[in-house]
């Protein structure tokens, strides 16, 4: 994004057209570049002046200046002084008034002289010092422009169209792929909501200029949101652009804008950090839900929910949406509002951020509000699952005979519960007439009575762990146990079977 000063728009027609450059700039952008390298080691002085005998031979002044911005951020400038400035001034300073101040350059000279005898170093270097770390005496030490004319010239118009959106209230897009632009703006924290059209569905989203607070941070990430759009292949915009007072129609499409070179559509994996934290921490946890981001789109009317998360049950075909509100307008709180409101037939939960006052009627739709400052507790979003859980387990137990007879003569619970599609809590309740529960392991009494043969006093538990594993038993501790032994710990080398004492 260019500086709003740089901004070169017309106003033909009542319209608001940026005036993008063709390949005719390209020239230009080459002289530019080539100032840059040439400077390299030059006082940015000397850089400016340079930049600025350019001008009069560009159709505009501000295309100099705008390429010239965009070069320098790919410039590094340093402050080159052999006493540092603040130390030299300082000095200096007092230097003068030792002499009884400075009136002509006698005084001058003689002050500087003083100020070179304590720091060492001659009065013409203490002079050079003054003030070189103030801009225009930085020097240039390194120019690697990522960017060849041409492609300077795609930036320059990319920039331009950034700049003159920074004024939007409402931006419409349509694009090749909507499903990753609404992720992107989701990514960016951008207001928005999805309307559907006859000629298909589209993206609106609230530009910088209709908010009241945040308007630099929002309209930073806004202008990122170009550069998502104009790295699709086909894509229109229309906005609407408060002009001084005077609203006003902008329209770009992939014929005016691209993005040079390839860049990612949006750094950041997550919409925030408090959605990134929160999916971090469930993700960590052994739960029977997956949790899946950016589910499919919930139709809300002539509008088009997609909520940040969806929790899918591993042991039925149910999914949970959820959704994080975070700090939004007043306007763009009721619009999200009326579309819980309008999404029918669907589990959805919402954390509602506390300073938003919205939790009650967010429970009055249907959907239930899990209130959060700062964070979202997972223990509050896995209590309000498990009351799913609970109901679930219910419906799967109903078809679950209350005695099970596995074939293996070795299983487990775990095993059970995937072999039948239920929880482990319906499996653990019901009983199992041809085996013996041992821990979470259910073994015949046939092979019990085996491995109790195979199993001696004094064997190492590496061995004994070896005899079980052979029966297809991995919970040692727990078969054992209900062996009559004990594991003698031998520091951290290992154990030795004993025999249990009362």
Request: charged residues 30%; negative net charge; hydrophobic residues 40%.
């Amino acid at each position: 994004m260019l500086t709003k000063d740089l901004l070169r728009v017309s106003r033909a027609g009542g319209g608001y057209h940026p005036q993008f450059l063709d390949r005719s700039a390209r020239p230009m952008a080459a002289r530019v570049v080539g100032v840059f390298q040439g400077h390299v080691g030059h006082e940015r002085a000397a850089l400016d002046a340079a930049l600025a005998e350019l001008e009069p031979e560009a159709d505009h002044f501000k295309i100099v200046r705008g390429f010239a911005s965009l070069c320098e951020r790919d410039a590094t400038f340093e402050t080159r002084a052999e006493v540092p400035p603040d130390r030299a001034r300082r000095v200096a300073f007092e230097s003068a008034e030792a002499v009884g101040g400075v009136v002509t350059d006698d005084d001058r000279a003689q002050a500087l002289a003083r100020a070179g005898d304590r720091l060492g170093t001659d009065a013409e270097s203490v002079a050079d010092s003054l003030y070189a770390d103030r801009d225009a005496r930085q020097i240039l030490a390194e120019f690697t422009p990522r960017w060849s004319p041409d492609e300077l010239v795609t930036q320059y118009n990319l920039s331009l169209a950034q700049t003159a959106l920074f004024d939007a209230t409402e931006v419409r897009v349509r694009s090749s792929d909507p499903r990753n632009l609404v992720s992107a703006v989701k990514r960016l924290r951008l207001m928005y909501e999805v309307r559907q059209t006859p000629e298909g569905r589209e993206l609106v989203v609230t530009g910088p200029d209709a908010l009241f607070r945040s308007t630099r941070r929002y309209g930073t990430r806004f202008a990122r949101l170009l550069r998502s759009v104009a790295a699709t292949d086909d894509w229109r915009l229309s906005a609407t652009i408060d002009d001084r007072g005077t609203e006003r129609d902008l329209t770009l499409s992939d014929a005016d804008v691209s993005v040079p070179g390839v860049d990612p559509v949006a750094d950041a994996a997550f919409d925030s950090a408090v959605e990134r934290d929160f999916a971090t921490r469930f993700s960590s946890l052994d739960l029977d839900w997956d949790l899946t981001r950016e589910p499919e789109p919930l139709a809300t009317g002539t509008r088009v929910m997609i909520p940040d998360f969806a929790f899918d049950y591993r042991h039925a075909d149910f999914r949970v949406f959820f959704e994080i509100m975070g700090f939004w307008t007043p306007e763009y709180v009721a619009k999200k509002l009326s579309q819980l409101e309008s999404a029918e037939d669907v589990e959805l939960l919402v954390a509602v951020d506390e300073s938003l006052g919205v939790g009650e009627e967010i429970e009055a739709r249907d959907a239930r509000a899990i209130p959060y400052r700062g964070s979202v507790r997972v223990k509050d979003v896995v209590d309000a699952l498990r009351t799913y859980e609970a109901r679930l387990a219910a419906e799967a137990g109903e078809n679950l005979p209350d005695e099970l007879t596995p074939d293996a003569d070795v299983t487990t619970i775990a095993a059970l519960a995937e072999e039948y599609g239920v929880p482990e809590s319906v499996v653990v309740g019901r009983t199992f007439p041809a085996h013996e529960r041992v821990g979470r392991t259910l073994v015949k009494p046939d092979v019990l009575a085996s491995v109790a043969d195979d199993i001696e006093v004094g064997m190492a538990l590496s061995d004994a762990e070896a005899v079980l594993a052979e029966y297809g038993i991995e919970d040692a501790s727990a078969v054992l146990s209900r062996l009559g032994y004990r594991v003698e710990w031998e520091g951290l080398s290992g154990g030795t079977v004993r025999e249990k004492t009362e």
